[in-house]
């Protein structure tokens, strides 16, 4: 079965780092577009970025452009997420998404890992 797993996610101070990282299994993570998504409680889970299956494109909501990139690894199986210069707003849960699954026909959520940028 398909399996999403997020880490390093953390408590940082702001302007601080951290990269995050999400482990996948299940499927062929090569041939598909991957995102990662955030949530703040009470609040709708929004876009971050996201990837093409090769790497050669990615996406970024405008909060984030110039802070954090995405990338990727198909060779280990991972998507990564390096956020720079954090803001106490870019306080939320990390989630990491596939695209809709050829075969399953939907798509799927990791578990989420908490960021908390704070002084």
């Known amino acids: 079965q398909v399996q999403l797993v997020e880490s390093g996610g953390g408590l940082v101070q702001p302007g601080g780092s951290l990269r995050l990282s999400c482990a996948a299994s299940?499927?062929?993570?090569?041939?598909?577009?991957m995102s990662w998504y955030r949530q703040v409680s009470g609040k709708e889970r929004e876009l971050v970025a996201g990837?093409?299956?090769?790497?050669?494109?990615?996406t970024y909501a405008d909060s984030v452009k110039g802070r954090f990139s995405i990338s990727r690894d198909n060779a280990k199986n991972t998507v990564y997420l390096q956020m720079n210069s954090l803001k106490p707003e870019d306080t939320a849960v990390y989630y990491c998404?596939?695209?809709?699954?050829?075969?399953?026909?939907?798509?799927?959520w990791g578990q989420g890992t908490q960021v908390t940028v704070s002084s």
């Open positions: 998404k596939t695209a809709t699954i050829a075969g399953w026909g939907k798509f799927y």
């Open positions: 299940g499927f062929t993570f090569s041939s598909y577009f």
């Open positions: 990837i093409t299956s090769t790497g050669a494109g990615t």
